[in-house]
T-cell receptor, first 113, second 116 residues
């Protein structure tokens, strides 16, 4: 298996622009997680899905952030409009079942100028 | 709210040493605890997962212990090698009554450097 796939790996954009991050979980995994990592706050869970349904989005910082999972093999995290403080590394992870080992993608490094 | 603390924040040791990384958490109502490794510019790799009913898990030169009542876990690395250099993250899985909430709360990590 190729593991969790994220795209793009790097994104540089200007303040106010829309940003869309993409994730393909490991085939057969029924849980998908979006995390954000910064030096100041470490790794934070933003939202997670079970069988394509959002279960907990309490970590989503603002209404500017939205996430979707239209099918079992694809999820997006969108930021609109983007701000410099959104600059971070965004990770997607998936797991086979609740409470089991999470497998992380390589991350997307987002820079908002 | 669960808080996870890792000590030390950074550690530098010569090759061959045995070392211990510490993780503490404030709420003992956990489902499991995971240790991850993160290399610079890369994602996280799961090392060990300990269920709340277990006391320890071993994989090769790694041994992780869990003391739920005291809110502590340790990761023991035997005979350290330069290739072990990375950031080690502890993550607590929340849950109660044998049910996982599905969420992980991470510590800030320990940056380990093993020099030849």
């Amino acid at each position: 298996d190729a593991g969790v796939i994220q795209s793009p790996r790097h994104e540089v954009t200007e303040m106010g622009q829309e940003v869309t991050l993409r994730c393909k979980p490991i085939s057969g995994h029924d849980y998908l997680f979006w995390y954000r990592q910064t030096m100041m706050r470490g790794l934070e869970l933003l939202i997670y899905f079970n069988n394509n349904v959002p279960i907990d989005d309490s970590g989503m910082p603002e209404d500017r952030f939205s996430a979707k999972m239209p099918n079992a093999s694809f999820s997006t995290l969108k930021i609109q409009p983007s701000e410099p403080r959104d600059s971070a590394v965004y990770f997607c992870a998936s797991s086979l079942g609740q409470g089991l080992t999470q497998y992380f993608g390589p991350g997307t490094r987002l820079t908002v100028l | 709210k669960q808080e996870v603390t890792q000590i030390p924040a950074a550690l530098s040791v010569p090759e061959g040493e045995n070392l211990v990384l510490n993780c503490s958490f404030t709420d003992s109502a956990i489902y499991n605890l995971q240790w991850f490794r993160q290399d610079p510019g890369k994602g996280l790799t799961s090392l060990l997962l300990i269920q709340s009913s277990q006391r320890e898990q071993t994989s090769g030169r790694l041994n992780a212990s869990l003391d739920k009542s005291s809110g502590r876990s340790t990761l023991y690395i035997a005979a350290s090698q330069p290739g072990d250099s990375a950031t080690y993250l502890c993550a607590v899985g929340l849950g109660s009554g044998g049910t996982s909430y599905g969420k992980l709360t991470f510590g800030q990590g320990t940056i380990l450097t093993v020099h030849p």
